[in-house]
């Protein structure tokens, strides 16, 4: 005779599962994956493969041989963490840092609190900022992009960077862009230096568009992080705008892109309420912004994104969704 599983009603069927949930991200990750393709060439390539095989293969060995688990690497959520790692380091790491960085990810940050929807933090970026943190010069020697497959990449500043070594030397903002040739348009589609995921906003914004057109996430998150950062520089660029830089700017530059559309809204990780969602991206933003201004590094969305995730189980008590039914 058949088990019967009893469970309270209502009993609500969706044809949605974690494995089509993490096909659509892998699906809105693509264009910003294929222009890191073009304009880091093979070597990206193989940092993503390695990233990914690292994934798969620490979480299939956890969950078969420690949790003694039948295998979980088939819901994909293995590979999305793999793509954002390999995206959320600079091309010319060397591959067993990215070994090293999904063990992190993987063994510690997620497998350790019992797998998918438990973990507590989003496990690629524990992964990137533990390299960080280990790795220095690996995470923080950037170069420029020279175009398609073998090109001779030249090394330099990320934006954020070459602002930020600008601004101690005694120059302006201004000077400091003029001097750099950056522009709003090339910032959008295609940045210079930086992590495979700092390449092109465009791409990434394109990606965020399908999730939301696909319904797989919610927009209010990553909308608020947006808002804050540009409110937040629009406030301070306008008290002293040699001192500071502009919204446009800090939207386009660094991770930001990439952490507000794809990292922040992580379903296991943020909140479940809208306006937990609301309040979890206006502290990013914030964060964001401060550590951007004030800090030591010229980013702060990786430390941003994994300081509110860990307010998210009071934000969840704080700000309740609606029961089943009521109105």
């Given amino acids: 005779m058949g088990k019967l599983i009893i ?23 693509l264009p910003a994956v294929l222009v890191s393709f073009v304009f880091y060439g093979w070597r990206e390539i193989l940092l993503m493969a390695v990233s990914i095989a690292s994934c798969l293969l620490l979480e299939w060995s956890i969950t078969r041989y420690l949790l003694k688990k039948p295998s979980t690497i088939g819901d994909l959520s293995a590979v999305v963490t793999g793509i954002l790692l390999a995206l959320n380091v600079p091309y010319t790491t060397p591959w067993w840092v990215l070994v090293i960085g999904a063990v992190v990810a993987m063994g510690i940050a997620k497998m350790t609190f019992g797998g998918l929807g ?35 990449a030249v090394t330099g500043p990320t934006p954020l960077g070459a602002v930020q070594e600008g ?27 930086g992590s495979a995921g700092e390449l092109c906003a465009l791409a990434l914004l394109a990606g965020f568009v399908y999730l939301c057109c696909r319904r797989v996430i919610k927009p209010w998150i990553t909308l608020s992080i947006f808002a804050t950062v540009a409110l937040t520089a629009l406030i301070f660029w306008g008290i002293n705008p040699d ?85």
């Fill in 7 to 29: 469970s309270p009603s209502p009993h609500i069927h969706s044809k949605d599962s974690t494995r089509s949930l993490m096909l659509d991200v892998v699906i809105a990750l």
């Fill in 118 to 152: 438990q973990n507590i933090w989003n496990p690629a970026l524990v992964g990137r900022v533990f390299l960080l943190v280990s790795f220095p010069t690996y995470m923080t020697t950037w170069s420029q992009p020279q175009g398609l497959f073998g090109a001779d």
């Fill in 167 to 193: 601004l101690m030397s005694g120059a302006s903002v201004q000077d400091i862009m003029a001097t750099q040739g950056y522009d709003y348009a090339t910032l959008l589609y295609a940045n210079i230096g």
């Fill in 243 to 327: 001192r500071f830089t502009g919204p446009v700017f800090n939207l386009l530059t660094g991770g930001l892109v990439l952490g507000a559309c794809f990292m922040a809204t992580d379903y296991v990780t943020s909140p479940m309420s809208v306006w937990g969602g609301v309040i979890f991206g206006v502290g990013i933003g914030l964060l964001t912004m401060m550590i951007r201004y004030f800090g030591s590094y010229p980013e702060g969305v990786s430390f941003a994104i994994l300081i509110m995730n860990s307010f998210v189980p009071l934000l969840n008590m704080a700000f309740k969704q609606k029961k089943f039914g009521r109105k």
